[in-house]
């Protein structure tokens, strides 16, 4: 049989197409193919268009401080679509004691703010001479023991913002790899940090860098919303010959030189395959497959639903991103976000968007509630919070059919186990929605390294990036 591509790749979400932009873009002549079980591109993002609003299903945006992702925006051709929200000008707040409040992007500022009492701030030292915890430690006992009590709703609302996650189940090697290298490396949060400051510094010197202020990054959708990235990623592609529709992938197996993939009607080879699927899709494709046994054979996911509620311009929303509230606060909703504060044209004139978000991994049960008494409970919530005079004028509840990869014990063995297939296999490459993180810029950095390794062989190990913390 002759191959039918030079690179299959499985699932038209943002990390496949993502691959095969930069692929592309490296190598125009190479030979592609993506197959979708889908009937479009895009997998967990979804934009939502109805009766002049504008709200999203999945992923909201992407910060701009990723290279990765820029120069898929310009490949795709988008640079003239983006709509930016920087976070210096557009503060996000934090539910405490029942009432929000505004809360500055950056650790260092938080402590001087009155958030935190002065016993608290003055417990952060303590990071010097803390010991690393043995084993891995949950985000919860991770920041207690090097922190303090006092600092954990924020840690709490920071990871239910990016995961709908629970911060004593989430373990702080696999969320935050860059900051647990750190502390093992140096032995204390704090000094990693000044130790990295100096060595950036040294060698900017050496390399006659001018040294420059740097700002907060922006976040970054599109007009149209998210979904704007992957129809235009999979526009560039030719239909039933670089991508092909309700194609479900039902197994692969390893062939001389390359990799048979079957469908329900079709025997597709290659010499790579990129499998770019959500972790647990992905587990139970290879399931069948004679790779080695990896050391879970599935991961939990968190469930949310968004509750987009259209208000008239009588709604006193305040200004800025929106908020979100730890699990002490025992509040409803997750959080909201203040949708047509940070992208005009969110909402019809006169009007306001909020999209709240409800259930997550602490509330699953939360999502067997009808529509009309999730929409009713949040509108409840929301105005205990925010100056709401008058019920909503539209609403709707967006149910996504994908949950959120949850990085909890078990999860940095399996990435473990990827590495050691990407070493003993150089022609297999697995990527995609919670490989090495879910964010958007996340995949977008998964899917370069994908191409790299086609491109250029096997890849030596990147070290962890130490990332921004945002609120």
């Excluded at 699932?11 to 009937?39: C, M, N, R, V």
């Excluded at 039933?240 to 001389?256: H, L, V």
């Excluded at 290879?286 to 990896?294: C, G, K, R, V, Y």
């Excluded at 997750?334 to 602490?362: D, I, K, N, Q, T």
């Amino acid at each position: 049989m002759q191959p039918t591509a030079d690179v299959l790749i499985i699932g038209a979400g943002l990390s496949g197409l993502a691959a095969a932009t930069f692929l592309k873009h490296k190598e125009p002549d190479i030979s592609l193919l993506i197959i979708e079980q889908g009937d479009h591109p895009g997998g967990a993002v979804h934009s939502h268009i109805e009766e002049g609003y504008l709200a999203e299903g999945g992923a909201h945006g992407f910060l701009d401080n990723a290279l990765e992702s820029r120069v898929l925006v310009h490949e795709a051709g988008l640079t003239e679509e983006v709509e930016k929200a920087p976070l210096s000008e557009f503060v996000r707040y934090i539910c405490l004691n029942g009432k929000l409040n505004l809360i500055p992007q950056s650790p260092g500022k938080v402590l001087k703010a009155p958030l935190v009492p002065l016993t608290g701030k003055l417990r952060v030292l303590a990071d010097l001479w803390k010991k690393p915890l043995p084993d891995e430690p949950t985000v919860a006992q991770w920041v207690e023991h090097r922190f303090g009590k006092s600092l954990l709703p924020f840690a709490d609302a920071v990871f239910t913002g990016t995961y709908a996650g629970d911060i004593e189940r989430l373990k702080l090697e696999a969320v935050m790899p860059g900051l647990h290298s750190l502390e093992q490396d140096h032995g204390s949060v704090l000094k990693g940090a000044v130790h990295k400051m100096r060595v950036a510094r040294k060698e900017s010197r050496k390399q006659g860098k001018k040294k420059g202020k740097k700002g907060l990054p922006a976040m970054t959708s599109f007009k149209s919303g998210m979904s704007r990235l992957p129809q235009a990623m999979a526009a560039k592609l030719i239909p039933n010959k670089e991508i092909m529709y309700r194609t479900a992938a039902r197994s692969i197996a390893e062939i001389d030189g390359g990799w048979s993939v079957k469908t329900g009607q079709l025997e597709l080879q290659a010499k790579h395959l990129i499998v770019a699927l959500p972790v647990n899709r992905c587990l139970e494709l290879l399931a069948n497959s004679e790779l080695p046994a990896p050391p879970v054979t599935a991961i939990p996911e968190a469930r949310i639903a968004t509750v987009a509620l259209g208000f008239t311009d009588t709604a006193n929303v305040p200004f800025g991103f929106g908020y979100l509230a730890p699990e002490q606060e025992e509040r409803f909703a997750l959080g909201a976000l203040f949708s047509s504060h940070m992208f005009p044209g969110r909402a019809p004139a006169g009007h306001v968007l909020m999209e709240a978000l409800v259930g997550g991994r602490r509330h699953p049960e939360r999502l067997e509630l009808a529509d009309e008494e999730l929409v009713a409970k949040v509108y409840e919530d929301l105005k205990q919070l925010i100056d709401l005079p008058d019920p909503p004028v539209f609403s709707r509840v967006l149910r996504p059919k994908y949950g959120i990869p949850q990085l909890e014990v078990g999860y940095p063995a399996l990435l473990e186990w990827r590495k050691q297939q990407h070493a003993s296999i150089d022609n297999l490459h697995l990527c995609g929605f919670g490989w090495q993180g879910i964010g958007i810029n996340d995949m977008h950095k998964q899917a370069w390294e994908m191409a790299k390794r086609i491109l250029a062989g096997y890849q030596e190990e990147q070290e962890d990036e130490v990332k921004g913390v945002y609120f």
